[in-house]
Structures are given as C-alpha cells and as structure tokens.
C-alpha cells in the first residue's frame, strides 16, 4: 500500500469513529481530500485508493490538474479566496466553489459557467471566528447573500464553508462549529434547503463532524505535510 492509501484510510477510519462517537452515520459525511501544492501523480495515487473528490485552492493550479486527470471521474472542488479576474477559469473547471462571500464573485461565476453544463454546486464561506478572521462574509450578512446566491440559476447552493482562527481552546472551537450549524439551520426554517456544512479540517475534523459536518476537508493527513507556505 502507498502511503496516501495508508494515510486515506486511517482518515476514513477517524471520520468513523467520530461519527460514531456521536451517533451519526459515517457514510452521511464526505471526504474532501485537499491537493493544493500537490502534483497530479499525487491526486491520481489517491483516486486509485479510491478518494473522487478533490479540493483545490488556486485557480491555475486547480484547473491543470484537472486538465491532466480529465480521463477520471473526479470531482473538483475549489475552496481558495476568488479573485474576480480568475472567475471564469474557475465557473468552467470546477464542480463546487466553497469560497463564496461576495455577491459579485457569485453572479461573474453564474455568469461565466458554461450554460450545457449542469448548475455549479457552491457554499457561502462564512466567518464565525468574528475580529480574528478577515475572510467569509459575517453571519448577520448570511441570509441576504443566501437568498441573491440561490436566485441565481447556474449555481445550486449546497450549504454553508468555515475555516474557524486555529485555537487550542476546543470548548471556543466548538462554539464556531456549532454556529455555522445553527446558521444552516436558521436558512433552513427560512426556506432555503440546504445540504452542506463544509468545515473540519486535518487537526479538527472531530469537533467538526460532532458539531454536525457533511463535508471535511483534508490535506495534511492524507498527502503529508506541504513545504510551500500555504
Ligand atoms: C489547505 C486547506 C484545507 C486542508 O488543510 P489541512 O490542515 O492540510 O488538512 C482545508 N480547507 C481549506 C480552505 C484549505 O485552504
């Protein structure tokens, strides 16, 4: 076995077992496997063990690797900060954008996706860790930006994206899981329905599917430690 195969099943083991832990069913949260830094031999190692989704922060880089692999059923997803100018490499080469928190990147993306393909799958990255974080839209702005985002009809809007502010206090972790949870939730009794919580990462995807997680988003663990700053 390769090490990324050694390394993706002992992440689906811990998924499972913090799933069972508080009483979910593992198969009710996805496995986002992030290859930002990685090259395409990397990704296709790890599709052989079989991981199809994949997450990508920049849009060049992103978009070759998909170009390289098109010969596989792989799902992309980008989950970086989106710059207006990378808009439309990013509508056409991806399945899923995470990072949504402006009204304008979401309109240049339905815009730009090409209209025979299926509507982009796309979440609203909020900020729940307040002063500390300056990227995601703050959760007073959440419901107005739901409602513009899923008028829009070349994007379907699955749910809502965080990356809390790293901390050792898991009690104030917690608590930013829990309110993109209640966030979804409010949507949710507003009529919006939504079926993702995109959070959860290498170093905390416990309290993340505990707070109630579909999707966790994992580089490090699997693909090792990456020697770009990024
Ligand atoms: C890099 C990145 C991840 C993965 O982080 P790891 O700590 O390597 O698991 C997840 N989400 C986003 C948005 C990222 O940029």
Same mark, same amino acid.
């Given at each position: !076995? /390769?090490?990324?195969?050694?390394?993706?099943? @002992?992440?689906?083991?811990?998924?499972?077992?913090?799933?069972? @832990?508080? *009483?979910?069913?593992?198969?009710?949260?996805?496995?986002?496997?992030?290859?930002?830094?990685?090259?395409?031999?990397?990704?296709?190692?790890?599709?052989?063990?079989?991981?199809?989704?994949?997450?990508?922060?920049?849009?060049?880089? *992103?978009?070759?690797?998909?170009?390289?692999?098109?010969?596989?059923?792989?799902?992309?997803?980008?989950?970086?900060?989106?710059?207006?100018?990378? /808009?439309?490499?990013?509508?056409?080469?991806?399945?899923?954008?995470?990072?949504?928190?402006?009204?304008?990147?979401?309109?240049?993306?339905?815009?730009?996706?090409?209209?025979?393909?299926?509507?982009?799958?796309?979440?609203?990255?909020?900020?729940?860790?307040?002063?500390?974080s300056k990227s995601g839209v703050a959760p007073e702005a959440v419901a107005a930006l739901a409602h513009a985002v899923a008028a829009l009809s070349a994007l379907r809007l699955r749910g809502l994206m965080s990356i809390p502010e790293p901390t050792d206090d898991m009690a104030l972790?917690?608590?930013?899981?829990?309110?993109?949870? !209640?966030?979804?939730?409010?949507?949710?009794?507003?009529?919006?329905?939504?079926? /993702?919580?995109? !959070?959860? !990462?290498?170093?905390?995807?416990?309290?993340?599917?505990?707070?109630?997680? /579909?999707?966790?988003?994992?580089?490090? @663990?699997?693909?090792?430690?990456?020697?770009?700053?990024?």
């Amino acid at each position: !076995m /390769t090490s990324i195969a050694f390394n993706l099943q @002992a992440v689906r083991r811990r998924i499972a077992d913090a799933a069972h @832990a508080c *009483g979910r069913h593992p198969d009710d949260i996805r496995l986002l496997a992030v290859s930002k830094t990685w090259p395409a031999e990397c990704v296709a190692e790890a599709a052989d063990a079989g991981q199809t989704a994949f997450g990508e922060n920049y849009a060049q880089e *992103g978009a070759d690797k998909v170009a390289a692999l098109a010969s596989r059923a792989l799902e992309w997803h980008f989950i970086g900060p989106l710059q207006s100018n990378k /808009t439309r490499l990013v509508a056409n080469a991806f399945d899923w954008v995470h990072s949504i928190d402006r009204l304008k990147i979401a309109e240049r993306l339905a815009a730009q996706r090409d209209p025979a393909r299926p509507p982009l799958n796309v979440c609203l990255q909020v900020n729940v860790s307040g002063e500390a974080s300056k990227s995601g839209v703050a959760p007073e702005a959440v419901a107005a930006l739901a409602h513009a985002v899923a008028a829009l009809s070349a994007l379907r809007l699955r749910g809502l994206m965080s990356i809390p502010e790293p901390t050792d206090d898991m009690a104030l972790l917690r608590q930013r899981f829990a309110k993109l949870r !209640m966030l979804r939730e409010a949507l949710e009794r507003d009529g919006l329905a939504l079926d /993702t919580l995109s !959070m959860g !990462m290498s170093h905390d995807l416990e309290p993340a599917i505990a707070e109630g997680a /579909t999707l966790v988003r994992v580089g490090t @663990a699997i693909f090792g430690a990456r020697s770009r700053a990024h």
